[in-house]
């Protein structure tokens, strides 16, 4: 399940993970969706996308699941020399015990977005796609 359906995070990961071979059944959730808590709570992959600061509690986290947390928020903080921290979508100290894997932020989907970025850059740049 995702969280989002903007067209750079939620949607495009939809359409990846139910393709053919990856064979997820996919459901997406934006701020209509009635409910939230229990569609979450029954996900064997939850995939938070929403940049709401540690929205995600442990009750709507199945035991478990595989957690995916994409948010990056910038949030202010006193204790820090730059005046804020990144937060991501789930409340990490609460939700990790609960579930198999979980994404931290900072350090999880982040590094993982630069690497893809790049390889792309540099694939392109060497002419072998978008040709
Ligand atoms: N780590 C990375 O590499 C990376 C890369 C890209 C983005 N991000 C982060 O990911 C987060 C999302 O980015 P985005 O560009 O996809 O944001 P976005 O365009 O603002 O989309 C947010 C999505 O969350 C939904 N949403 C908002 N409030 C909700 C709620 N209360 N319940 C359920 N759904 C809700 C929205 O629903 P509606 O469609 O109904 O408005 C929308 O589909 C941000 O924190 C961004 O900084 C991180």
Request: net charge positive; hydrophobic share 40%.
């Amino acid at each position: 399940m995702i969280i989002g359906r903007s067209q750079i995070v939620g949607r495009p990961l939809s359409i990846l993970l139910s393709q053919k071979g990856v064979d997820a059944t996919v459901t997406v959730a934006h701020s209509r969706t009635k409910d939230l808590e229990k569609t979450c709570s029954q996900a064997d992959i939850l995939v938070a996308a929403m940049g709401l600061p540690e929205f995600v509690s442990a009750g709507m986290v199945k035991e478990g699941a595989v957690v995916i947390d994409v948010g990056t928020t910038r949030v202010p903080s006193n204790e820090t020399k730059s005046g804020f921290k990144l937060k991501g979508d789930i409340k990490f100290e609460e939700v990790s015990p609960k579930c198999s894997y979980i994404t931290p932020v900072p350090g999880g989907v982040g590094p993982m977005t630069r690497v893809s970025l790049l390889k792309n850059t540099l694939l392109a740049a060497k002419k072998e796609i978008y040709l």
